[in-house]
């Protein structure tokens, strides 16, 4: 199933030239790989189903946008953390690495694309501007041209055209390439939706039209596509930490789609979705059984002391590091009747404080909820 070929260009090296997207005669996918598709749809709706019955359902997505957005900058090299992002989000910190800032452009430029997609379309423009939330005044901007597609050559790994592991399509063949895709992003297609999502995202990354920060806008793209369609009433399956956890694999089988290992491609993006969903089910469940729990130390306190508590774990389950002057903002507490609220909050095994040899401008975590967001 040839996806393009290598041409030789007139100054030395090849690069791949896709062919017409998708190709006339269409996919011809195997029975096992469509009985893949299905345990997985089976999945989605267990888990878009499951998630409703969240009653708080937005804080459950406030955590998977940071974990999907630490793990996808940290294919790219970032070694900051969800936890540093936390951070970043809480002001609790000064002493964070710096690229943490990787993570946060990436929730800022999600946050972006599921508001704009309410009332604009999924096209070439948007993802544009996808890209320019994404890159734009970031750590690693440097010459990425934010919001533009490139209009020279780039190439991954090896030090340059001639020793690169891959060289995508040239400027003009790339512009060729991008009007395929987007007709296929909104056009009618025979495959199974969980299909189309992976040959989107393999597509995107073949063409890479981008000078940098393609592997980010792609996997962004992944999470919105999924939840534009309605496969998912909310978008709570995010790809990013099942790709990270098995990164080599992930770039050899993107290697091998160009190759035309469309369907191994394939069978591996339908693996991460499993694996993602079941995963995100057993987190739903551990939460609701954690809410609950909690809920009823909260409650077991005096009226007053439990009234200001149910308003601070609730809001926990958004910001789960938090200091003095977090609370203060919840409660409109002094700083003693604030500390007061965390040293209940340690006393009742909710909080810890994080760095146990801080003595001044300590914080603290709720460590059983962010362990639930782990790989």
Known sequence: MRIGRLIQQNTGYKAFIPNRFPPEEGFNFTTSLHAKHATAIRLLGKLDGITQLLPDLDFFLFMYIRKDAASSSQIEGTRATMIDAIEAEALTSESLPKDVDDILHYIKALNYGLTRLTDFPLSLRFIKELHKKLMEDARADHNCDPGNFRRTQNWIGGTSLSNASYVPPPPVEMKRALGDFEEYLHGNSDEPPLLKVGLIHAQFETIHPFLDGNGRTGRLLVALYLWITELLDKPVLFLSSFFRRHQQVYYSKLDGYHRGDVEDWLDFFLE????????????????????????????????????????????????????????????????????????????????????????????????????????
Do not use: C, H
């Not at 499993?274 to 729990?293: E, M, P, Q, W």
């Not at 789960?320 to 507490?333: G, M």
């Open 272 to 375: 991460g979705v499993i694996d993602t969903a079941n995963k995100a089910i057993v987190s739903v469940g551990a939460i609701t059984d954690l809410r609950r729990i909690d809920m009823e130390k909260v409650q077991s306190l005096s009226k007053t002391a439990s009234a200001s508590g149910v308003v601070v774990l609730r809001n926990l389950f958004a910001l789960p590091i938090v200091n003095v002057s977090t609370i203060r903002k919840w409660t409109d507490f002094t700083r003693q009747g604030a500390q007061r609220v965390i040293d209940r909050f340690v006393d009742l095994g909710i909080l810890e404080q994080k760095d146990k040899n801080e003595s001044y401008g300590r914080s603290f975590i709720y460590r059983r909820y962010v362990d639930i967001f782990s790989d």
